[in-house]
């Protein structure tokens, strides 16, 4: 990857789009290839499950997933065999007694992810994939060819449907990948994936100065719809909005990775002239949370189970607000069991007019990030692949109290090594450009009212 992404970025933007669709196609083949069209298929299917269905099937792949962890990864056995649990009683757990399971926490997966967190029994094709570690406690999740077309099945019938698109149509993204090199404003600022017809736009370079080439995106490739990180979207199309820009309409926008606000999604539909839906699941992949043609949240209880749990691990009462734990059903590599996300939301008890007996989340209570801005006007709020592949970072907040300044407070395991902070101001300034850059090393990171960590905060208002 690293010899992929060196070659990538000395090359002319001809060749970047062709290297673009080469990878396309290759994640097109693991997406969408193999047992993709019959779990689509029965994900479709299930969507017509009746509560007590759904409950079944739930307890079954419960099941299934604890019998396979006892027998085939050293982490559970450990830690099953420390509570005397045995197979019978693990065979005896269901869904109204997930209490006599052990928790898994973020720092467990970092510490063991890669190692006895591990099956010993493995799906073909499976690779670890890096999570975005946007507060650091950076993960490695591992990723089978089968677990990734049984999730994406779920995408696209639960996400992408729902919405009413599919994979066929051409869309546009906004993601952390970085397909324009550095941080120089040289035009354009997208890359074509011919495969699946997907224009990626670059998170980092959205300025009033770059409004224009953005647009010039949406004649060109005729985008149906486009997704991606929700802050990001909403700047964009707030951009055009500003700027008098008339986008053709599209037919929905899918957001995710931040919390979408009623401004946000306002701003995002008078841009675009649509309805823009909103999702939720973290690149774990163990649980997943979709809105629906009427505009509500619902679980996909075949992703996994979602427990909402108070500050003393009881679960919450309907219109509370509970700290998420998943188990999920789709990962038998590397499998995460009562695994505390990081996320709170609250349960809301109604039945939607979809019709689908699909539990219903009133509020998914994520983290709205602070804009950081740069010297030449460009707006950005994800800092995340500044920590990727920093296994010492275990916590990071991004803080700017000046357009010349950015501050990086970093909790590590030890101290930094010079080359790792040498990386870390690298990858900054290739998203900013020329900027003074301060690291400090502390011994922990404050928390907020709701016990998470604000990743990037800024005190310059626009």
């Known amino acids: 990857m690293a010899l992929y992404n060196n070659i990538y970025n000395l090359s002319p933007v001809w060749l970047q789009n062709v290297l673009v669709s080469a990878y396309g196609y290759n994640w097109k083949k693991k997406r969408y290839g193999g047992i993709f069209n019959k779990e689509y298929t029965a994900a479709k299917q299930r969507e017509n499950f009746t509560i007590q269905q759904w409950h079944n099937y739930q307890n079954e792949q419960l099941t299934k997933i604890l019998l396979h962890a006892y027998n085939n990864v050293p982490y559970y056995k450990n830690k099953f065999t420390k509570l005397g649990l045995t197979i019978t009683d693990l065979k005896q757990v269901n869904i109204d007694t997930l209490d006599k399971l052990p928790f898994l926490l973020k720092e467990d997966v970092r510490q ?34 089968n677990m990734h077309q049984r999730w994406f099945a779920l995408n696209e019938a639960r996400i992408k449907n729902w919405a009413g698109v599919n994979k066929e149509m051409s869309r546009g993204m906004i993601g952390g990948r970085r397909v324009v090199p550095d941080a120089d404003n040289n035009p354009p600022f997208y890359r074509y994936n011919f495969f699946e017809k997907q224009v990626y736009f670059s998170a980092y370079h959205i300025s009033p100065v770059n409004i224009n ?49 009623p401004t946000m999604r306002e701003t995002i539909s008078k841009a675009y002239n649509c309805k823009v839906f909103d999702a939720w699941s973290g690149m774990e992949y163990c649980s997943l949370i979709s809105e629906c043609e009427h505009g509500n949240l619902h679980i996909s209880p075949d992703a996994g189970i979602i427990e909402l749990l108070d ?44 019709g689908r007996s699909m539990p219903v989340i009133d509020e998914i209570i994520g983290r709205v990030e602070d804009v950081v801005y740069g010297k030449d006007g460009r707006e950005m ?81 626009k």
């Open 112 to 145: 063991f992810g890669t190692t006895i967190l591990m099956s010993n029994s493995r799906e073909e094709g499976g690779s670890f994939f890096a999570s975005s570690g946007s507060t650091g406690t950076p993960i490695q999740v591992c990723y089978s060819n």
């Open 213 to 261: 080439n953005y647009a010039k995106a949406f004649n060109k490739y005729s985008i149906d719809y486009m997704t991606g990180y929700a802050m990001s979207n909403y700047i964009l199309a707030r951009m055009f909005l500003e700027n008098n820009i008339q986008i053709p309409p599209l037919k929905a926008v899918l957001t995710s990775s931040e919390k979408l606000t």
């Open 311 to 354: 500050n003393n691990l009881q679960p919450v009462k309907v219109g509370e607000i509970g700290n998420v734990y998943c188990t999920g059903f789709l990962n038998f590599d590397q499998p995460l069991i009562r695994y505390k996300i990081g996320d709170q939301m609250i349960l809301r008890n109604t039945t939607c007019g979809c």
């Open 381 to 461: 709020v994800r800092f995340h692949g500044i920590f990727v592949g920093l296994k010492t970072v275990k916590l990071a907040q991004v803080i700017q109290n000046s357009l010349n300044e950015i501050t990086i407070k970093l909790v590590p395991d030890k101290a930094l090594a010079d080359d790792e902070k040498e990386l870390i101001i690298k990858r900054v300034k290739s998203q900013l450009g020329d900027i003074d850059i301060i690291i400090e090393e502390v011994m922990d990171i404050p928390k907020t009212a709701n016990g998470k960590i604000k990743a990037v905060i800024s005190t310059i208002k």
